[in-house]
């Protein structure tokens, strides 16, 4: 049982120090079965996305993320301007393993975190990077009505 | 018979992008630090041609799927030949 073990280890260290894929990809692939995306959490997804006009699928909180890659979406959409705790819906996939696996499957992307604006599915976090620095994020963030255009982005200054 | 956690290498990725993305242009790197679970990849190809961003992230998705599902994490950036020759003048 020797893999288990250090597949245990690399899940540790990957949450507290870089970006985990899956818990999934610590372990020989033999081990999980393949898991269906539940009636259940698909309506969460689903009610989640259209009832919200920004939804983050992250590992940790807006305040505390538990990985690089959230983290880095979550200080692009605070510098874009975004109020976090008004218009910005997270979930903490760490804390819900149905909603991991399942959102990965929903999205048909392999990781997370997954942001989602106005229902569709917009990317993971290189394409976050990717928007960020080219401009379409905040053309899309100011259409959606997530952040006020020009002098107003940043209302706490 | 198990299989090992991980036969991931910069060769596996680049041989998968070469065949099925038919790219002209690719850098892996392995950020790992010595585990082999972490790489960061940057793919130039003609087949990006007209696709966006997100179109592009899927094709590669699913082009190293396997291999994806394989390390904890991966990093891409996408270019079309074009992108790519603005991309190096930046």
């Known amino acids: 049982m020797n893999f288990l073990r250090s597949a245990s280890t690399l899940a540790l260290r990957s949450t507290a120090g870089s970006h985990i894929l899956t818990r999934r990809a610590a372990l020989p692939a033999t081990t999980f079965a393949v898991r269906h995306l539940s009636d259940s959490t698909k309506k969460v997804i689903e009610d ?89 994020l905040e053309e899309l963030l100011i259409k959606e009505g997530l952040v006020e255009p020009e002098t107003e982005a940043h209302p706490r200054d | 018979m198990s299989a090992p956690t991980s036969n991931v290498t910069i060769d596996t990725l680049t041989e998968a992008c070469n065949s099925t993305l038919g790219a002209v242009h690719v850098e892996a790197k392995d950020i790992s630090g010595g585990c082999g679970q972490n790489f960061e990849i940057m793919i130039v190809s003609p087949m990006f041609e007209g696709k966006s961003t997100l179109q592009k992230h899927r094709m590669v998705n699913e082009a190293l799927k396997d291999q994806i599902a394989q390390v904890h994490a991966f990093s891409q950036k996408s270019f079309t030949p074009a992108q790519w020759e603005a991309f190096q003048k930046q």
Not at chain 1, 101 to 128: A, H, L, R
Request: proline content about 4%.
């Open chain 1, 48 to 136: 989640a996305i259209s009832g919200n006009k920004l939804v983050v699928f992250m590992k940790g909180t807006p305040r505390a993320p538990m990985c690089g890659f959230s983290r880095a979406v979550m200080q692009i959409f605070d510098v874009q301007g975004v109020d976090m705790e008004k218009s910005l819906k997270s979930f903490n996939i760490l804390e819900d393993e149905e909603l991991r696996s399942g959102i990965k499957e929903f999205s048909s992307w392999p990781t997370i975190p997954q942001v989602y604006i106005n229902g569709e599915f917009v990317g993971g976090c290189d394409i976050m990077v990717t928007m960020h620095q080219n401009g379409e």
